[in-house]
Structures are given as structure tokens and as C-alpha cells.
């Protein structure tokens, strides 16, 4: 998939999804975002391994942001299921997860650290818009901030890993084929 466009189709939807909350679209949002998610796999020609990345790190996300909520670092609002986190948020993980073996694909050449350092910057960065645009809603003391960067400077980093854990036992499956 060209890197540009899977840009793109991430940013819109992550507007949509964010904006959908507070304008009441949230159903026509998901539906939306479910077919953008079904053209970026259409697209990619790293299906199966955005798949096999979608399969563990969808429900990681999904507890990450539960969790997130459970702490008190940040109110999301929208549909929800059992007090987990929403559902628009669960699209958004989809989204993001598309981006890790293509917009996003230089990440897998990083060090831990920068990586680190994205997710401890960009997370919180993430939140913090979300809820100006009213999709959640957060004091972002010095302290919840923080704890939001901590989370996404270990989530970045172990998603990459897992991505490129995939790669290696990919390719020691190849090399052991006859």
C-alpha cells in the first residue's frame, strides 16, 4: 500500500471516529471506518502479517485503553461494552495497527528508545486531542500525563517487537521449508 495513502486513510479515520462522539454519528462512524479498514487490507501487500499484528495487538489495546479508563487517567466517553473501553476506540487500535507495516514502517528500524520516545511523546499527544475535540475528557495533570507517556513508551516498543517477531519466525519458517 503507498505510504501516503495509509497515512491518510488513518488520519481520517481517527477524525472520524474522535468527531463522531460528540456529534452523535458514532454507528455511522464505525460502519465508515470498518470499510477504510477493509480497503487499507485490500491494499496492502502485507496482508497476512497485518492480520497476524491485528490478531495480538488488537486485544492488547483494547485493555490498554480499558485500563487507561479504570485508572482514571482519562473519561472516554461513547458506546461501550461492559465498561471496556469504546468501541470508537477500538476502531482507531484497527487503524493504528495498519499504519505499523506501512506509514509507519520506519518504527521497525528504531531502536527501543526512539521508539520509547515516540510513543511516551505522541501517546498522551493522541488523548490530549481527542478529548479537546470532546470524545474524553482528562485533568492532564503533570502526573496522568506522565502515566500515559510510560504506558505508550512500553506499548510502542512491545508492538514493534511483535511486529518483528512475526518477521523472524516468518522467515525461519521460509528458511526451514524444502
Not at 485503553?65 to 466517553?77: E, N, R, S
Request: net charge neutral.
Amino acid at each position: 500500500m503507498h505510504t501516503l495513502l495509509n497515512a491518510l486513510l488513518f488520519q481520517l479515520a481517527w477524525w472520524i471516529c474522535v468527531l463522531s462522539v460528540s456529534n452523535d454519528f458514532e454507528i455511522k462512524a464505525l460502519l465508515l471506518c470498518s470499510l477504510l479498514s477493509a480497503l487499507q487490507l485490500h491494499l496492502s501487500q502485507a496482508k497476512e502479517k497485518d492480520l497476524k499484528l491485528l490478531a495480538k495487538v488488537l486485544p492488547a489495546g483494547i485493555l490498554i485503553d480499558t485500563l487507561i479508563q479504570q485508572l482514571g487517567l482519562m473519561d472516554f466517553y461513547g458506546w461501550t461494552l461492559s465498561g471496556m473501553s469504546p468501541l470508537w476506540l477500538w476502531m482507531i487500535w484497527i487503524q493504528f495497527i495498519m499504519t505499523i507495516n506501512h506509514s509507519l514502517r520506519f518504527i521497525n528500524d528504531l531502536t527501543w528508545p526512539w521508539v520509547a520516545l515516540l510513543g511516551f511523546v505522541f501517546g498522551p499527544l493522541s488523548y490530549f486531542s481527542g478529548a479537546k475535540l470532546g470524545a474524553a475528557s482528562s485533568h492532564f495533570t503533570w502526573l496522568q500525563t506522565t502515566a500515559l507517556g510510560l504506558i505508550w513508551a512500553t506499548v510502542l516498543p512491545l508492538v514493534v517487537w511483535i511486529n518483528k517477531h512475526e518477521d523472524a519466525k516468518s522467515l525461519q519458517h521460509n528458511v526451514l521449508e524444502p
